[in-house]
């Protein structure tokens, strides 16, 4: 698979088989993503992988403090208080297409949540990975930690794995890192599941729309 192709096939994938990943396969992954670009290649990410009990316990933490009502408390705000267009219009979109595939109606709550709970178990991968950069790095690095989580999702797809980068995982860090003993220093950017994809299930069978090139590109001269 060359470059172009793994782009374009790259998805966010939904439901996984119950089949492990060698340790050697996640490793081999993240020694390409370690190419990623950085300023000044100071190399910000940080990445812890789990699987087995830990993933598990983690998992049902974070949906023990969803079900329970408590407040999100993540790290930083990945969204807007408020949707402008055209990011309102696709979102929406992104939202109907999702349960449009599970079959889900727009009024059923009860399965729109069962639906949105499946993050918590990393949506039955056998591995995960947390992101975490130093809280006292400045926004660029944010910007180098988008390069590298990029990189592993096409190195995933290199493997013959799916991967989806998950920002719900990180709505309550401190479980996340009281789990993992992470200092606080280090914030949490995002989760992955990562995993062979179930490709018999309908959720995995959609895409998202992209816009065209010409729609956000400028040509100066």
């Not at 990562?194 to 090139?213: C, K, Q």
Request: glycine residues 6%; hydrophobic residues 40%.
């Amino acid at each position: 698979m060359d470059v172009l192709e793994a782009i374009r096939r790259r998805a966010s994938t939904r439901a996984y088989l119950d089949k492990p990943v060698d340790r050697t396969t996640i490793e081999a992954i993240l020694d390409v993503a370690r190419w990623a670009p950085s300023g000044a290649n100071i190399q910000p990410w940080q990445v812890a992988v789990v699987t087995g009990l830990i993933r598990r316990q983690i998992g049902d933490a974070l949906l023990a403090a969803r079900s329970a009502g408590e407040h999100e408390r993540p790290d930083y705000r990945y969204y807007p208080e408020r949707w402008n267009e055209p990011y309102k219009s696709r979102r929406i979109a992104c939202g109907l297409a999702l349960y449009t595939a599970l079959k889900i109606g727009r009024d059923d709550k009860h399965a729109r949540l069962k639906s949105w709970n499946n993050n918590y178990s990393f949506f039955g991968a056998p591995a995960g990975l947390f992101f975490f950069l130093d809280r006292s790095l400045a926004q660029g690095s944010w910007v180098d930690m988008g390069m590298f989580i990029e990189n592993v999702m096409l190195a995933a797809l290199g493997q013959g794995l799916a991967t989806c980068p998950q920002a719900s995982l990180a709505e309550y860090p401190d479980i996340v890192r009281k789990f993992l003993n992470v200092p606080d220093a280090r914030a949490l950017v995002c989760g992955m599941a990562l995993g062979y994809p179930d490709r018999s299930a309908p959720v995995n069978h959609y895409r998202t729309a992209r816009e065209p090139a010409r729609h956000f590109t400028t040509w100066h001269e």
